[in-house]
T-cell receptor, first 110, second 114 residues
Framework: GQQVMQIPQYQHVQEGEDFTTYCNSSTTLSNIQWYKQRPGGHPVFLIQ?????EVKKQKRLTFQFGEAKKNSSLHITATQTTDVGTYFC??????????FGAGTTVTVRA | ETGVTQTPRHLVMGMTNKKSLKCEQH?????MYWYKQSAKKPLELMFVYNFKEQTENNSVPSRFSPECPNSSHLFLHLHTLQPEDSALYLC?????????????FGQGTRLTVV
């Protein structure tokens, strides 16, 4: 079945620095969604990408969908303490199933 | 708040107990989901209901029994659970089960089986 892998599992970032988390699928995806879960909270939808090579920005967050629609990335610039949490990608397939990655847990050093 | 409410927030139960988790949404969504979130593992989809009909049972043990009496409510009945079933159980809803629809998650029920 479809598997979605995320790397790295943990990301320790100095406040103000940039970082990227990656999402890779074993199969071609129909769409990819990104969610953020704050410590002790629940996943909250951030964005969805559908088109090959699509790039979307939300303030300091840049989301990209690969040309082959098998991978995606989330790049955060000038990391702030409010960016702490776990970021999940979720890949959609043609049978409407959404497969979540294990997430990248981000901690920030002030 | 996402508009998806789960109760209780925390639950401790013995392996011989029977309990139920409740999920409620008033977003007008037609699809509802149960997910299991264990430490260091991906979110695991357990059940999907679309227009009150179960459309997905992801090989979940029979000790977990879902119920969807209407499109706004979803239950997960638990009986004779095992310690490895301890996890955060998340309910979610979406406008429908199709593609390109975001999922709205509840705050989850933290379940501990002793």
């Amino acid at each position: 079945g479809q598997q979605v892998m995320q790397i790295p599992q943990y990301q320790h970032v100095q406040e103000g620095e940039d970082f990227t988390t990656y999402c890779n699928s074993s199969t071609t995806l129909s769409n990819i969604q990104w969610y953020k879960q704050r410590p002790g909270g629940h996943p909250v939808f951030l964005i969805q990408l559908v088109k090959s090579g699509e790039v979307k920005k939300q303030k300091r967050l840049t989301f990209q969908f690969g040309e082959a629609k098998k991978n995606s990335s989330l790049h955060i610039t000038a990391t702030q303490t409010t960016d702490v949490g776990t970021y999940f990608c979720a890949g959609g397939s043609n049978d409407y199933k959404l497969s979540f990655g294990a997430g990248t847990t981000v901690t920030v050093r002030a | 708040e996402t508009g998806v409410t789960q109760t209780p927030r925390h639950l401790v139960m013995g392996m011989t107990n029977k309990k139920s988790l409740k999920c409620e949404q008033h977003l007008g969504h037609n699809a509802m989901y149960w997910y299991k979130q264990s430490a260091k593992k991906p979110l695991e989809l357990m059940f999907v209901y679309n227009f009150k009909e179960q459309t997905e049972n992801n090989s979940v043990p029979s000790r977990f029994s879902p119920e969807c009496p209407n499109s706004s409510h979803l239950f997960l009945h638990l009986h004779t659970l095992q310690p490895e079933d301890s996890a955060l159980y998340l309910c979610a809803s979406s406008p429908d089960e199709g593609l390109n629809t975001e999922a709205f998650f509840g705050q989850g029920t933290r379940l501990t089986v002793v």
